[in-house]
């Protein structure tokens, strides 16, 4: 049996009953199988080329395979495929960062927790977190969109003077274990961390980039990879007594042609008050 765990707009994240420990991302974004198919393979090398080595060690393991279809394969992906014009559907096998038999909770649009057996998993998406001197765009972002009851902001997290009491907000409402929230206040400050990696990589990108105009049509090879890594997801697992695992996952290609969208949301974000501002003391060095 085919399982859909994951609904992104271009991506379903499947489970197959017989195979616990590996998840299968399939595009969904065309009407053609075949073209669904080329899309997660355009997706692999993406991932592989120019995004991994952004983020080194962090990327997730990742294999293209070919799921020959189903029964319950086509049920799954009925309403989004029409044109059965391929054999199989090309996935993209992730490991399942999720152990068998956890408790999901979700704690808001940006923010899942995962407990197990003694584990704790926590999956986030940090969003913007390259600031270049300006406003904070998450919660600028978030006033804009009315999501006003955020008590945190990841790009906040950065701070370690502020780390401890973003991550005690995080997980208010969760019954986790005392010394993750410890663990992981001393892991996320670290420059090793992969919230640390993961601004570095933006900044590193963003210090070239051309602003946005309202005139472009298409958007360069630079300005799709920072918005991919300005949307990825996180997660960081835990156990007492051993370092964290993290990784990076949603590395996907996105459309140049989205830059008319992107150009329009920075001018009203560029427009919106109140801005938000935060004080930020600055990373840690390298050896810390
Ligand atoms: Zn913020």
Known sequence: MVHIVGKGGANYVLALDNDKDFLYRV????RSLRENNLSTVNNYHYALEVVKPHLEQFMCGMVLVEVPLSDSLLQALNGKVELWDAPAVTCLKIPNMVPAGSISYTVDHFTKV???????V???KPKW??????????CTLNLLRGRTSLSYCYAQLLDPTQAGPIL???????????PFIEDMEAY???????????RAAQEQVDVGLEPLGQSDTSASPDQCLSMTLKDVTCFVSWRKDAPPVAVVVDLDMKPASKCTYWAALQQKLDSFRPQV??????PPRPGN
């Not at 995962?114 to 704790?120: F, L, N, R, S, W």
């Not at 977190?129 to 998450?138: A, D, E, T, V």
Request: charged letters at 20%; one cysteine or more; glycine letters at 10%.
């Open 122 to 124: 926590w999956e986030f």
């Open 114 to 120: 995962h407990i197990g057996d003694g584990t704790v």
């Open 188 to 198: 996320i400050t670290k420059p090793c961390s992969v919230l640390q990696r993961l």
């Open 168 to 178: 005690d907000s995080v997980f208010a409402e969760i019954d986790v274990p005392q």
């Open 129 to 138: 977190l390259s600031g270049n001197g300006k406003y904070c765009r998450n």
């Open 277 to 282: 501002h935060h004080i930020t003391a600055p």
């Open 27 to 30: 595009c969904i974004r065309g």
